[in-house]
């Protein structure tokens, strides 16, 4: 069972209290009727699919139900760090990537 921390509630849970919500730190388009069917189609799709750190949201369904952002090593599931939406993304140093 994955441990999740919300940042908002400062409470740590089990996974089955939040919800994944996709890649973070995506830059949504300004004027989605302005892009090319294929850029609309990579906007929707596609996705770097990183094995390692990944930046990741997250909302914390049965709790705040706000969206917060995480940093997750997809080889080992171990969440690295959660923080708020407003918050920058935090940077690894290279020790801490290869933990």
């Known amino acids: 069972m994955l441990l999740i921390h919300c940042p908002y509630c400062d409470e740590t849970l089990p996974e089955v209290e939040f919800a994944y919500a996709g890649e973070a ?18 906007y929707l799709f ?12 997250w ?3 049965h709790g705040c139900g706000r969206f917060f952002n995480a940093l997750r090593d997809t ?23 290869a933990e």
Request: aromatic content about 8%; proline content about 11%; hydrophobic content about 30%.
């Open 46 to 57: 596609i996705r770097t699919n990183a094995r390692g750190p990944h930046y990741e949201r």
């Open 59 to 61: 909302r914390h369904v």
């Open 25 to 42: 730190h995506i830059a949504r388009p300004a004027d989605p009727s302005a892009l090319t069917d294929e850029e609309w189609r990579d």
């Open 75 to 97: 080889v080992t599931d171990r969440f690295v760090t959660t923080y708020r939406i407003d918050e920058p993304r935090p940077v690894l140093t290279p020790l801490e990537a």
